[in-house]
Every structure is written in C-alpha cells, then in structure tokens.
C-alpha cells in the first residue's frame, strides 16, 4: 500500500450545487487530490504536494470568485456570509504554504494535502449546500 492511497478521493453526485462551472471545479479539485496521492508515493514528493499546493490555492482563488459572481446572479441572499466563509477557508489554506516549504516528512506533507482537501469538501457539503436550491430555482428547477 503507497503513501498516498488512503487520500484517494471520489466524486459523487450529492456532491453538486446544480451549476456546470461550480460542479465543474469541484470535480477538479477531487482530481488534483487523486493526482498528487498518486505522486506521493514517486521520486520527489515535496515538489509534487507544494505544486498541488499551488494550483490548489490558485484554483481555489478563482473558484470562490466563480462561486460568488453565480450567487449574486441568483441573488442569493447569504452571499455575505458566504463570503466570509471563503475568506477565512483561504486564510486557513495560506496558512500551510510556510510548513510546506520548510516540511521534509511525507507523512506531514500528506497530512496537509489531507488536510486541505478536508476543509474543501467540509465547505462544498456544508456551505456550498446552503445555496443549491436556490441555483436550481434560478434554472428553473
């Protein structure tokens, strides 16, 4: 058994909000986790969490503006509150970039993937929940 196998990650339906772009990232997001799970187990571990760290943190950037310019189209009327969500799960996600950097551990360096993985799906079933009847009455559903 690798390093990284208990990280691998399904999708599953549950999962949507109901919106294609949204649906989309956070598909990806389960990718991106199953890709650097997979590399944990190669020749330089470090480089490939800190890369996954990268893109994680930039896709994750955009991903929350994607989301929050989908709930001000539908009007949803917690967008401030979820705002504040994003905002702090960001804050909670840079706060990893210093261990990262200076980590040599794998078994620390996939408790951090782990860790951030967590904090996105804790957001996407419990936050992101909040807003998809509202994405589905706004398509009519």
Known sequence: ??????LKVTWKDGFSVGD?????QHRAFFDEVNHVAAQLDGGNPRNAVIQFYRTFFSNLVQHFRDEE?????????????????????LASVSAFEGLLLTCEDIHELRFVVKRL????L??????????????LRAQGV
């Open 122 to 135: 804790e957001h996407v079933v419990t936050e992101d929940m909040r807003y998809k009847t509202f994405v």
């Open 117 to 120: 993985f967590v904090a996105l």
């Open 69 to 89: 310019a989908l709930l001000a189209r539908i009007k949803f009327s917690e967008l401030e509150n979820h705002r504040a969500e994003h905002e702090a799960l």
């Open 1 to 6: 058994m690798g390093i990284g196998d208990d």
């Open 20 to 24: 294609e772009l949204i649906d989309e």
